[in-house]
T-cell receptor, first 113, second 112 residues
Framework: GESVGLHLPTLSVQEGDNSIINCAYSNSASDYFIWYKQESGKGPQFIIDIRSNMDKRQGQRVTVLLNKTVKHLSLQIAATQPGDSAVYFCAENYVNSGYALNFGKGTSLLVTP | DGGITQSPKYLFRKEGQNVTLSCEQNLNHDAMYWYRQDPGQGLRLIYYSQIVNDFQKGDIAEGYSVSREKKESFPLTVTSAQKNPTAFYLC???????????FGSGTRLTVV
């Protein structure tokens, strides 16, 4: 049978469209959240972060939205490009564990021409 | 250029052997971390160290050991007690804040 965790959720979008990647986090006490992009065989690359005292933060072509009521985080990518194809992870801080991060399982974004 | 260096990039180990993965940073970061990544999954925390000569277990520390004798170095030993060691291992560091979190390029360990 299929093993849980071996198949990432996949989002397929056309080049030029906007992408929205969603993430549910686990700890209501977390106060820092971060999005990473990971290409195959490489380490994660920082995209954008947000603290719990904010509900929206914008970067270059990216926006992160935080809904603490339902413990939900989203990453919006504007005008998605083929170079955006990668796996995207959200992470939250471990409470009382220094600056260690607790990662979600990831979403694979595929941008088609 | 400042950064984190992990070596080797690929590592093969026979069952029953211990193996040590290297992680060196020249960013003057206080905290360092080891994460494990399995195919199709996120990163899981193995160990972390906030200062020299001190480290704490993460979620999956069993079968692993670390040391932090120097600020720049945080080697990870995968012992024979780790039952399923084949994975992609990532090292990271931060200054004393969340900003500036930097990852190495990873070591892919395969047990043969």
């Amino acid at each position: 049978g299929e093993s849980v965790g071996l198949h990432l959720p996949t989002l397929s979008v056309q080049e030029g469209d906007n992408s929205i990647i969603n993430c549910a986090y686990s700890n209501s006490a977390s106060d820092y959240f971060i999005w990473y992009k990971q290409e195959s065989g490489k380490g994660p690359q920082f995209i954008i972060d947000i603290r719990s005292n904010m509900d929206k933060r914008q970067g270059q072509r990216v926006t992160v939205l935080l809904n603490k009521t339902v413990k939900h985080l989203s990453l919006q990518i504007a005008a998605t490009q083929p170079g955006d194809s990668a796996v995207y992870f959200c992470a939250e801080n471990y409470v009382n564990s220094g600056y260690a991060l607790n990662f979600g399982k990831g979403t694979s974004l595929l941008v088609t021409p | 250029d400042g950064g984190i260096t992990q070596s080797p990039k690929y590592l093969f180990r026979k069952e029953g052997q211990n193996v040590t993965l290297s992680c060196e940073q020249n960013l003057n970061h206080d905290a360092m971390y080891w994460y494990r990544q399995d195919p199709g999954q996120g990163l899981r925390l193995i160990y972390y160290s906030q200062i020299v000569n001190d480290f704490q277990k993460g979620d999956i520390a069993e079968g692993y050991s670390v040391s932090r004798e120097k600020k720049e170095s945080f080697p990870l030993t995968v012992t024979s007690a780790q039952k399923n060691p084949t994975a992609f291992y990532l090292c990271a560091s931060t200054p004393a804040s969340f900003g500036g979190y930097t990852f190495g390029s990873g070591t892919r360990l395969t047990v043969v």
